[in-house]
């Protein structure tokens, strides 16, 4: 049940990012209230195994750290991203796709986001 | 006294112990300069001599000939730094003291797997043999695909391999030999630039000249019996030659007296270029931690300069 939970969270996040970046912002105000994403923030922190704080890092700093992470992480691991940067919101879902891992959640901060990302393959 | 002792005489190290001498006078300054290698070379030209025939001797001067009478030149490598001790141990076991330590070690090339320079149909225009060789193949060049991929980020110099495509197409043009040539330019980033706006320029450039970009493109290894490059995320991309620049890390030196990051740059503060945690200590050039913003800012200066 609580994988379920946890999927379909991260299932509305990535959903949100792709329809647009406003209505991920949105989204994330709207999901910060929901009972749901605190458990997701208090469960992923136990999962987490690389942690990465790249806040104030211009891009493209943020999505080469989140690499070097994803490189040195095992298959499974969940590597989380701190990133105060615009253009990761667009960036990193994108790589993501591409190289095939899974954008577990974008959690909104206060003036930041969180990327969690697991690595697959 | 002030002892100051530069470890590494490239063009930061060189640079800075020159400048020092200025006011050697005035704050009695001992000005030492740590380098090994007995000439100092200019790179950034290796981007131009990879597609002609210049010496490549132009780009080399001896070191004594740069350095100022000022300055005490030592020709050889620095092997560790007690930064408690404030002492500086030499490869053949010397031991030098200082009062400021400034570290220009700038960064070293690894190679992955496998010997690259051996590789008859991978290049790079990162040192003069590897230049040279480039250049002997692109001579008998008659056509096929030519991949170019910088590894991955941070690298030296953000601009040069879009400098090098650019230049690469222009010779084959003039070769015409660009009907028969497929060109695919591999990039970290999903732009092919560290700059957005100019990547948007770039990118629209590329287009205009049939240069193929492949988006997101970390190097992760070579099939080299079926001259394929693949990628981190998974891509595997066909070529005839291919350039790849060497993927860099810091200086042993670096990581063996425990200034470094796991990749060995040194975490330098960006407004005072202390080392962080190191009051006596300094870090400029390619050795410090902020090579990667130097993605971001140089190319933004230049492009701002331009
Ligand atoms: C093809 C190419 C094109 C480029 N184009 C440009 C350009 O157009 N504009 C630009 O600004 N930059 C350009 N660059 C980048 C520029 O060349 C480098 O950023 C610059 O050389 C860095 O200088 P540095 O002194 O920090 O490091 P380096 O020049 O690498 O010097 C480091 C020195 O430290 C010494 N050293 C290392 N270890 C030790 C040790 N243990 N003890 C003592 N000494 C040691 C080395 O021998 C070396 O001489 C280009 C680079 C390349 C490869």
Redesign the interface.
């Known amino acids: 049940m609580k994988d379920i939970k946890e999927k379909s969270l991260s299932l509305i996040f990535t959903i949100c990012h792709f329809s647009s970046r406003e209505s991920l912002n949105d989204g994330c105000a709207l999901l910060c209230h929901n009972r749901g994403i605190h458990k997701l923030k208090k469960m992923s922190k136990e999962e987490i195994s690389i942690s990465i704080d790249a806040r104030g ?5 943020p ?2 750290e989140l ?1 070097k992470a994803i ?1 040195q992480a095992e298959v499974g691991e969940v590597v989380e991203l701190l990133s105060s940067e615009e ?1 990761s919101l ?2 990193i879902p ?2 993501i796709e ?3 891992h899974e954008l577990v959640a974008i959690i909104k901060e206060d003036g930041y986001n969180r990327f969690l990302v697991r690595k697959k ?1 | 006294m002030n002892r100051i002792i530069v470890i590494g005489g490239g063009f930061s190290g060189l640079t800075i112990a020159n400048k020092l001498t200025k006011k050697a006078r005035k704050y009695d300054l001992d000005i030492t300069l740590i380098e090994p290698k007995d000439h100092n070379f200019y790179e950034p030209d290796l981007v131009f001599y990879a597609f002609n025939n210049k010496k490549m001797s132009k780009l080399y001067k001896l070191m004594h000939k740069l350095v100022k009478k000022k300055v005490n030149l030592i020709g050889m490598r620095a092997k560790k730094v007690e930064t408690e001790k404030k002492k500086v141990i030499l490869e053949d076991g010397t031991v030098l003291y200082y009062d400021y330590l400034i570290l220009a070690t700038g960064v070293k090339y690894i190679e992955k797997d496998f010997k690259y320079s051996e590789q008859q149909h991978i290049h790079n225009f990162y040192s003069p043999s590897a230049t040279e060789k480039f250049r002997q193949m692109i001579k008998r060049f008659n056509g096929g695909t030519i991949v170019i991929s910088p590894s ?3 690298y030296k110099c953000p601009p040069d391999s879009e400098e090098f495509t650019f230049i690469l197409d222009s010779y084959l043009k003039k070769r015409k030999l660009r009907d028969k040539t497929t060109i695919k330019f591999l990039y ?3 732009v092919p630039f ?1 700059v ?1 706006e100019a990547a948007v320029v770039v990118a629209e450039m590329y287009k205009k000249r049939g240069i193929e970009f492949v ?2 493109c ?1 190097y992760e290894k070579v099939d080299i019996k079926n001259n394929k490059f693949i990628s ?3 891509e595997e991309i066909e070529y005839d030659e291919l350039v790849l620049l060497p993927i860099h890390e810091g200086q042993d030196v670096i990581k063996e007296s425990g200034l470094g990051d796991k990749e060995g740059y040194i975490p330098t503060d960006k407004f005072t270029l202390q080392v962080k945690g190191h009051p006596n200590i300094y870090a400029i050039g390619d050795c410090t931690d902020l090579l ?2 130097k ?2 800012l140089f190319p933004t200066i230049l492009h701002l300069q331009s």
């Open positions: 890092s211009y891009c493209p700093g999505m080469i690499i490189r253009g667009s960036d994108a790589w591409k190289a095939k393959r | 991955t980020v941070p970290p980033l999903s560290t957005k988006p997101y970390n981190f995320e998974g990667l913003l993605l971001v």
